[in-house]
């Protein structure tokens, strides 16, 4: 049986990188994530029906900088 409590730790740490890495990607050079960008997208918008309001948050953060790429 799985802890509900660290499952949610899990999840926001998780997130909580994913959005270092979309940035760090970004800063670099957005040619990755535009190249996956329908990918990213489509796996992100997911992660907006979570319970947990800061990754619903993290995750507007990150579909907001994968939109807003120049």
Do not use: C
Not at 6 to 23: A, C, G, P, S, Y
Not at 32 to 40: C, G, K, L, P, Q
């Amino acid at each position: 049986m799985m802890n509900t409590q660290n499952n949610w730790r899990v999840r926001t740490k998780t997130i909580d990188e994913m959005l270092h890495d979309v940035q760090d990607r970004i800063d670099s050079g957005s040619e990755y994530i535009m190249v996956n960008s329908e990918r990213f997208l489509d796996f992100f918008v997911q992660l907006l029906a979570d319970q947990n309001f800061k990754i619903v948050l993290n995750t507007l953060n990150i579909l907001n900088m994968i939109i807003g790429m120049p």
